[in-house]
């Protein structure tokens, strides 16, 4: 599951408003609206929030799931390495 903490983090990091990630995700901004609003987890149904998900990923940013590998500890997000069409990273 993801927080409203995180998706409101994922939209900081692309740099987007919650009119832009509704339209990424072909929902309405009330939707992404709701969701951000939750302290928690997001509470929606299962397609609008694998929607957003997908929309964030395809933007470029990684949700980290409670208890993932890495240097901390807790939910995040991250910035996903991109490949240039020549292979090198951005």
Known sequence: MITGPQLRAAR?????????????????????QRM???PGSVRAVVDSLEKVVTAVAEAGVEMIAD????????????????????GEGL
């Open 67 to 86: 208890g993932s590998p890495g240097q901390g500890t807790g939910r995040g997000v991250r910035l996903i390495e991109r490949k240039a069409a020549g």
């Open 12 to 32: 900081a990091l692309l740099g987007i408003d919650q009119r832009e990630l509704a339209r990424l995700a072909g929902l309405s901004p009330q939707t992404v």
């Open 36 to 38: 951000e609003a939750c």
